[in-house]
C-alpha cells in the first residue's frame, strides 16, 4: 500500500488576522513560537485555526496569545477535553519582549496577532506592534483598496 500525501499550502500560511490590517497600522513584526499541545497541532495542520478578534497581552512578563480560536477534529481529540479559545504562550527572546512592553506602555499603541503559519516543523505566530486608525484613516484605506482594484480592471480591458 502506498500512502497518498496530500498537498499543502504552498505558503505555509494557516490563518490570517485580515481585520487587524483594517484596523491599525503596522509598527514592527516579531516571530513568535506557540506553545501548543498535540490535539492543537493536529488540527492546525488541517488549516483549523482562526485569529479573527485575537490579541496579545503581557502577563508577569511573558507574552500570551488570547481570542484564536482552534477548533478540534472529531476523530483526533475523543479522548482530550478540548479548549478551542484557551491562551496560548507566546515564545519570544528577552529583548524582543521587553520592547513590547516597553512600546505598550504607550498610549494608543497595542500588539497584535497578525498570522499563524509553518516554518518548518514548527507553527509561528507572527505579532506585530501596532497603532489603532481613526475612521477617516480606515475610509482611505477603502479608497485606496477600491482604486487599486479599478485600476487592475482598467488594465486588464484595455489590453
Known amino acids: 500500500m ?33 506553545v501548543l ?19 496579545v497581552i ?6 500570551w496569545l488570547v481570542g484564536a480560536r482552534i477548533t478540534p477534529l472529531l476523530s483526533a481529540s475523543t479522548h482530550v477535553v478540548c479548549e478551542p479559545m484557551r491562551q496560548r504562550k507566546l515564545l519570544l527572546n528577552r ?5 513590547i512592553i516597553q512600546v505598550t506602555e504607550q498610549k494608543g499603541k497595542t500588539c497584535a496577532a497578525m498570522a499563524l503559519y509553518w516554518k518548518g516543523n514548527k507553527i509561528k505566530c507572527e505579532v506585530a506592534l501596532v497603532t489603532g486608525k481613526k475612521d477617516h484613516d480606515k475610509r482611505g484605506t477603502e479608497r485606496d483598496r477600491d482604486w487599486s482594484r479599478d485600476k487592475e480592471r482598467l488594465m486588464k480591458h484595455s489590453t
Open 2 to 34: 502506498s500512502k497518498v500525501k496530500k498537498k499543502s499550502n504552498s505558503t505555509g500560511t494557516i490563518a490570517l488576522n485580515k481585520r487587524a490590517k483594517f484596523d491599525y497600522f503596522v509598527d514592527q513584526k516579531f516571530e513568535a513560537g506557540l
Open 37 to 55: 499541545s498535540g490535539w492543537e497541532v493536529k488540527s492546525l495542520r488541517e488549516g483549523k485555526g482562526q485569529l479573527v478578534d485575537s490579541f
Open 58 to 63: 503581557i502577563h508577569q512578563n511573558e507574552a
Open 95 to 99: 529583548k524582543e519582549l521587553d520592547k
